[in-house]
C-alpha cells in the first residue's frame, strides 16, 4: 500500500503498521455475503414525499444530506443520527444511515430522479476494510451494497465519489439543504442562492407537519416505549433515592429502556428532583433525590426508525403530594385539561396554548401572587410568564420540536388539522428565589406533557397510559412500588 493511500484511510497514531504480505492477505478469500433484503415499510411513503418535493420545484436539482459523524474527543465521534429531511425523504433508518450519504433529486422531463449517493460496503482490495477506523467494515460493521441500498429503500444508489461530478455537471438550478455537510455546500457553492436554499428548508419541513398512517404509527409505538420507560423509572425509585446521584439513575433507567427498545432517546433525558424542576431544560442530572421532593422527569424513546415520543410526568417521590405541591400540581393539571379540550381541526395552533395559560393566570391571581389574570394576559404585559415562561406545546415527529424550519403562517399561526401530532405541556415553575411567591410553593416545579394526534373529530391521546391526575399518579406509583 502507497503512502498516498494510507493517508486517506482513518488511521490513528497508536495502529500497528501494515506490512505487504498483510496487506496481500488481506485482498482475497472472502465469500460472497450479499443479500436481497426486502423493501422497507417505509420506501412507498418516502417516494410520496419526494413526489410531493418534485412538484414543488420542477426543472431544479434538489440536494438533501444526511449529515456526517461529529466528533465527540479526539477521535472518538457520536453515534450516527442522520439528518431529519434526509430521512424522510429516503425512508431511511437509524440502524443502517451511513454518514455522508446525500440524496439528489436531478430534473428530468417528467419530473426528478432520485439518486442515493453514499459509502456502499467496504470493498476488500484497498485496505478501507480494515484501516479506516471510521467507516472500514472491521471496525464500524457492514454496510449496505448499493445493490442492498436499492432494494431497502426503492432508490438507485451511486458512490459518494461520483457526488462532485453529479453537482458540477450539466447546469441547472440547485437549491441545497445547508449548514448538513460542508463538502457539500462547497461542491454546490457555484449554485448558493440564500433564499432559495432557504425555501426548500422550509417545504421540507412543512412537508413533515401532516403525518401519514405510518408515521402515526411509528409516533405510537415512540409513545408506548416511553410508557414502559416511566414504569421503570417509578419502580426504581427506592434504589434511586439510595444513590447520592439519584437523577442519574433515573436517566440511566430510562435510557437502558430506550436502548432495548428503539434506537436510543429522542433528546437528552430531564431527571430534575427537588427545586432543578424549575429549571425548563435541567440535563445535568447530577442531583440526589430526597424524600418529600417531586421528580419532574421529561423523556421521550426514538424508534429505530428515527420517531421520537415526548412526554414529562412530574411524580412524588415518596408516593404522596404535600399539601403544597398537589396545590401546584392540581393547577398545571386543570390548565393541560384546558389545553387538551382546544386541540381539534379547524382550531388555530395557538389556542391550546391561550387556553392552558388563561387557567394558569387566574390560578396564580386566586393564590394572590399576581393582581389581575386578565390584565396579565395581554401580550403588553404576560407578567404571569414569570411563573411558566415557555409555550404550552409544539409539533412532534421525527424531531422533538419538529418541523422547526415551517413558516409561521403554516405552524405558529396556522390550523390544526388531521394528522397533526403535537404535545401539550404547560408548566408551573416557581423559582427557589423568588420573593414574589408564598414560601412553601419557592422551589416547586411542575410539568405536565402528553402526545397527541389531531383526528377528523378531536385529538387522540397517544399518552393515555400514563396517568395525569394526581389520585391517579399516587395509585400507580404505589402500584408499581
Known sequence: MSDAEADRFATGSHDLPVSPALAEYFRHSWADTSLTPAPFDSAPYA?????????RFPGERLVIPAGGLKVRSNDSDYPFRPHSAFVHLTGENGVGAVPDSVLVLEPTANGHEATLFTHPRSPRDTGEFYRDRRHGEFWVGRRRTLEELQA???IEGAPREKLADALRGREVPTRVMRGVDAEVDDLASAHADPMADHELASFVSELRLVKDDWEVAQLSAAVDYT???FRDVVAALPKALAHRRGERWVEGQFNMRARLEGNGVGYETIAAAGSHACVLHWIRNDGPLRPGELLLLDAGVETDTLYTADITRTLPISGKFTAEQRRVYDLVYR?????????????RFRDFHLAAMRVIAEGLEDWGVIPDAEAALD??????RRYTLCSSGHMLGMDVHDCAKARAETYLDGVLEPGHVLTVEPGLYLQPDDLTLPEELRGIGVRIEDDLVVTEDGARLLSSELPRHPDEVENWMADLR
Not at 401580550?379 to 404571569?384: A, H, L, R, T
Open 152 to 154: 431497502t429503500l426503492q
Open 47 to 55: 417516494e410520496k414525499r419526494r413526489a410531493a418535493l418534485s412538484e
Open 335 to 347: 390548565a393541560q385539561e384546558a389545553g387538551i379540550a382546544a386541540v381539534k381541526p379547524g382550531a
Open 227 to 229: 410508557t414502559l420507560g
Open 379 to 384: 401580550p403588553n404585559s404576560g407578567i404571569y
